[in-house]
């Protein structure tokens, strides 16, 4: 009976705490819903908090663009070019050059860092002596970037706990398929990593590809003409005769043909004189 009381008086205490804690709960809650709000206030402080948040975003925005425009020497444009981009902290990654009859044609593709490519595509705007075309794209990735570092840090933490869990067991299975869950681990985080370091490098620098050419004129040059269809007729001399050749089965069986044609018409005409 004892025991009983005791259990008795240890829940009534229970359940006056708890009652005591429930009603100055509600105490409290009542003075908060009773005291005055100015919604206006409420609103402006709700917005200065996300743009507090936006603002704390470091956007992640990748650029491109392609210029072509002509040039009256593309020497002076091509060293312009590099001497500019190397200023300004950036490289050429691939340039190639055309020989056209008409003109002479330079491509490259430069990586300049994002804040300076509005820069470099004045200034080559403005050296420019007529644009053809000129392209600039923009694509923000500050989300699928700020993805992609969450799911890195959340597998590398769960790689951690593996491992601490791999020095804890001691059953052969165990210890393999920890071991097998830590390399899938490893490899999804290689891959997250190899994502998040090609937009590292494409937002921190941007892409320009250049074209520029300078138009050429040639004199008609007719001795030099002359001499070179005269060459040309030689070689189509010596290819229709390789031809003929080639084709002397039928040019024998031609022959043959009219050979018999002519003996039969030379019959023909004997007969018809001795008749």
């Known amino acids: 009976m004892s025991i009983s009381k005791k259990t008795l008086f240890v829940s009534q205490v229970v359940l006056l705490v708890v009652l005591f804690l429930f009603l100055s709960s509600c105490d409290s809650g009542g003075d908060n819903r009773g005291a005055y709000t100015d919604p206006v206030e409420n609103k402006s402080e709700s917005f200065s908090a996300e743009d507090n948040v936006s603002s704390s975003v470091d956007r992640k925005i990748i650029k491109d663009g392609n210029i072509r425009f002509e040039t009256s020497s593309v020497k002076e444009t091509q060293s312009f070019i590099k001497q500019t981009v190397n200023e300004l902290g950036g490289y050429i990654g691939d340039e190639k050059v055309f020989d056209y009859k008409e003109r002479i044609e330079h491509n490259i593709t430069v990586r300049i860092p994002e804040n300076k490519f509005d820069f470099l595509v004045e200034k080559i705007s403005e050296t420019a002596e007529k644009i053809d075309s000129k392209t600039i794209n923009s694509k923000e990735v500050t989300e699928e970037f700020i993805d992609v570092e969450a799911r890195v840090k959340t597998k590398k933490e769960l790689e951690a706990r593996y491992k601490e869990i791999l020095t804890q067991a001691n059953r052969v299975d165990e210890i393999l398929n920890i071991e097998r869950e830590i390399g899938k681990l490893r490899s999804e985080i290689e891959s997250l990593e190899g994502r998040l370091n090609y937009l590292k490098n ?34 189509y001399l010596l290819w229709f005769i390789i031809i003929l050749t080639s084709l002397w089965p039928f040019i024998l069986i031609v022959v043959l043909v009219l050979v018999v044609v002519n003996t039969i018409n030379k019959k023909k005409k004997k007969k018809q004189i001795i008749g």
């Open 202 to 235: 494409r937002v921190a620098l941007s892409s320009l590809t250049i074209t520029y050419y300078e138009k050429t004129t040639s004199p008609f040059g007719f001795f030099s003409k002359f001499f070179q269809a005269l060459k040309n007729g030689w070689n």
